[in-house]
Nanobody, 116 residues
Framework: QVQFVESGGGLVQPGGSLRLSCATS????????MGWYRQAPGKQRELVAT???????VYVDSVKGRFTVSRDNAKSAVYLQMNSLKPEDTAVYYC??????????WGQGTQVTVSS
C-alpha cells in the first residue's frame, strides 16, 4: 500500500525557516523521482520542488534560492528545507512521486503558515 506521511509544518514568522519531512512506503523509493507540492487556499496544487532518483533537483522559480529538497534512500524519506519564508508560502505541503499517477493516493499534508 502506497503511503506518504508529511510532518514538520507549523506557524513561522516571515524570514523564518522550517524543515519538512516525508516518510514513504509502498513505492520503490530509490527509483522514484520525488516531489514536494503545495496547495494554498483557493488555489490548485502546484509542484514546488523535485529530487530525481539520481539526486538532481528542480525548483519552481518562486522558491529558487530559498528551498532545498533532499532525499535519504536508506530511509525512503524526502525533505524540504525552507528558508526566508514569505507569507505567500502559506499552504498545505504534500509529497508524492513526480509525476503523480492519476490514481495515486495523497497523504494528509502538513500545514505551513507564514505570518507575523
Amino acid at each position: 500500500q502506497v503511503q506518504f506521511v508529511e510532518s514538520g509544518g507549523g506557524l513561522v514568522q516571515p524570514g523564518g525557516s522550517l524543515r519538512l519531512s516525508c516518510a514513504t512506503s509502498g513505492i520503490i523509493f530509490r527509483l522514484s523521482n520525488m516531489g514536494w507540492y503545495r496547495q494554498a487556499p483557493g488555489k490548485q496544487r502546484e509542484l514546488v520542488a523535485t529530487v530525481r532518483s539520481a539526486g538532481s533537483t528542480v525548483y519552481v522559480d518562486s522558491v529558487k534560492g530559498r528551498f532545498t529538497v533532499s532525499r535519504d534512500n536508506a530511509k525512503s524519506a524526502v525533505y524540504l528545507q525552507m528558508n526566508s519564508l514569505k507569507p505567500e508560502d502559506t499552504a498545505v505541503y504534500y509529497c508524492n512521486t513526480s509525476p503523480v499517477p492519476a490514481i495515486a493516493p495523497w497523504g494528509q499534508g502538513t500545514q505551513v503558515t507564514v505570518s507575523s
